[in-house]
């Protein structure tokens, strides 16, 4: 019998071909969920069946961005927001670095912080509003170190993980080269380490907007939270969208921006899904 005979019953296996899917097709792909959706927006105001005191309609929304934007309220709001996000995220990846290197390289760190960290990481950090305002008061500084608190502590999970499965043998080959411990740490172990830190930042990111959200709950008088509060006063559903929107894409740029910097930083890596 030859080695090209088959069982009967049984067939030839056929390697399965892989293409590689083009930017512009996976740009449409990805696009036509929110095209849908937008599209059967659009259809449920025309006919009536969403009304406006419930939600306003696309050409609404679009008028209260006109408005907003025209009268400057809308710029405003989004650089208040923007930079309390952005220094709370800056505040909290800084700080889930700094412990996630510390207990995942050191054993005296790792048996020193780990379990009041995670104990920590298991408060849910809407809870500390109360005490945050007793704290701080209801200015600038409560709101961004909610922020901070909220994107500490997926940065450290992923940055401890990554750093304790960094290979050991090539951590111990370059100590016997002489190679010092903040060298180690920089040339060795983060670049070992940045799937897991890039994995923490895109979380990292993703509940600075949404701590954001909260923060923005604590008496805000700018801000896309003021803007949400005061629309809510007066039932204007178009504005309330408009902010709905804006929290939105907020979250969705974060995420592209992790992805860019993905590619950047790892080009090896091919995007998930990109060959199926």
């Known amino acids: 019998m030859s080695d090209t005979t088959l069982t009967p019953g049984l067939v030839r296996p056929r390697p399965q071909r892989r293409r590689a899917r083009g930017r512009a097709r996976s740009a449409t792909v990805r696009a036509l969920g929110p095209v849908v959706l937008l599209a059967l927006w659009w259809a449920a105001s025309a006919t009536g069946l969403l009304t406006p005191d419930v939600l306003a309609s696309p050409a609404e929304v679009l008028r209260a961005v006109g408005e907003l934007w025209g009268n400057g309220q809308l710029p405003d709001a989004l650089t208040t927001s923007l930079t309390r996000s952005g220094l709370g995220l800056l505040i909290g990846l800084a700080a889930g670095l700094t412990l996630g290197i510390t207990t995942g390289f050191t054993r005296l760190g790792d048996e020193l912080l780990d379990s009041s960290l995670q104990t920590l990481r298991t408060i849910p950090f809407l809870s500390l509003v109360p005490l945050f305002m007793v704290w701080f008061g209801i200015n600038e500084t409560a709101k961004i170190l909610l922020i901070a608190v909220a994107t500490t502590f997926p940065m450290y999970v992923s940055t401890s993980s990554g750093v304790r499965n960094t290979d050991p043998e090539l951590v ?50 700018a801000g896309i939270g003021y803007l949400m509060s005061q629309a809510q006063s007066y039932a204007r559903t178009d504005i309330l969208a408009v902010c709905i929107l804006v929290y939105g894409l907020l979250g969705l740029t974060a995420d592209i921006v992790v992805r860019l910097l993905e590619r950047v930083l790892m080009p090896w890596r091919a995007p998930r899904g990109a060959t199926r």
């Open 172 to 221: 111990e080959a370059m100590r016997s080269f002489g190679m010092g411990r903040l060298a180690l740490v920089r040339e060795v172990v983060l670049p070992g380490a940045l799937p897991s830190l890039l994995a923490g930042l895109r979380l990292s990111m993703t509940l600075s907007v949404i701590a954001l959200i909260a923060a923005e709950e604590i008496n805000a008088t």
